[in-house]
Structure formats: structure tokens, C-alpha cells
């Protein structure tokens, strides 16, 4: 059994993942959140075409016969599988070299990070830098299946590494963007991450989302932290 079946296996309410909650995950809903996530996701996409197709021509010079997006099963709201899209910033064989990579994580809990992972092509590095090789997951906005601001989508295999304080992060729908990206991104550890994905739960609003969204924005270009 692989580890998405793991999960779906162990999915019931009131639990995430299998485990119960300590207190009953918040509801998610904030006023005008869907609206606002539907409005500048589609803005975006028709804004950003031209980029896309230029990304999407680059990627497809690098490597003729490898795909020009990549698309990974991820685990969203209450423990439910999706498929997340990026632009293809890795080597076709990506996923088949991590076993041989483990021992030189960079990142702490249930994270896989590497600052120099030689799975990464040399386009990657630039989409991962300035985070274009997130924008197909605009597509996954616009489906439902991802808000703009929210945790990030975990995967699978760190699902099943998760205890109880981590599952409420899947209290609520998952986002491109949130409260530990604008606070220092990939230089943040997996125990800070859920500390601030968990205070955003707490206190999330469209207020406070609008200004990560712009804090995003602001940033997303001049960080040098994402790898």
C-alpha cells in the first residue's frame, strides 16, 4: 500500500490523516475568500499567459522529450489527494533519484530540501527563484482544489510522518502561498512552518490575506531563499 492509499485509508471525520484533532478543525470559510481566489487567479492566468508560453517554450528547449509541466499528487483540505501543477524544474527522473539523495536533506521534519539538488535543471533554478514554476497551480485555484493563501500541500510520504499537532494543517484548503513563505520561505524549518501555518489557521481573514498576497508579490522577485 503506498502512501496515498494510507492516507485515504485512515480518512473519517472528525479525523485528518487518521488521527482525531485536539479541538474541532475551524470551518473553512472566510467571507469573500472563494470569490477573491476565483478573481485573481483567473486575472492571473490571462495576465501572465504570455509568460507561461515563454516558460513553456524554454523548458521544452532545455529538454524536447520531457514534459513541460510536472504534476504531483498532493494531500488538501481534510486529507483529500489532488493533483498540483508546476512548470517541470527538475530532471525527467526526479522523484526515482530522491532515495539516493535522503542523507543530505537540508530540511528538517517531514520536508525534503536540498539548496543545491542536482536533480534541479538550469531553468529550474530560475523558475524556482523568482516562484514562476508555481504559477500553473492558478489551474488547481481556480478547480477548487487550492486557495491562493493557505498551508502548503504536503505530500504523501509526509503525510504519514505527521502527529496530531501536524494534521490540522489539513483543517483547511491548502494555498500557493502563506504566512511561513512571506517570513523567510525555504529558510524556515518544518517545525516553524507549522507553528505559522497553524497561527494562520487561527486568524485567518481576507484581510490578511490580501496583505501575504502582497507581501508575496513584493517579495517574489527579490528573495533569494527559494531553492
Known sequence: MNDTETVLQNRSEPRYGGLRLARPAPPDAVPGKRG???????????????????????????????????????????????????????????????????????ASGAMFKMKRDPRVTRIGRVLRRTSLDELPQLWNVLKGEMSLVGPRPPLPREVALYGEYEMRRLSVTPGCTGLWQVSGRSSIGFEQMVELDLKYIQNRGLWLDIKIILRTVKLVFGSKDAY
Do not use: T
Open 36 to 106: 477573491l481566489d476565483v478573481l485573481l487567479a483567473a486575472i492571473g492566468l490571462l495576465a501572465a499567459l504570455p509568460v507561461l508560453l515563454a516558460i513553456a517554450l524554454l523548458i521544452k528547449l532545455e529538454n524536447p522529450r520531457a514534459p513541460i509541466l510536472f504534476k504531483q499528487v498532493r494531500i488538501g483540505k481534510d486529507g483529500v489527494p489532488f493533483k498540483m501543477y508546476k512548470f517541470r524544474s527538475m530532471v525527467p527522473n526526479a522523484e526515482a533519484l530522491l532515495e539516493k539523495l535522503a542523507s543530505r536533506n537540508e
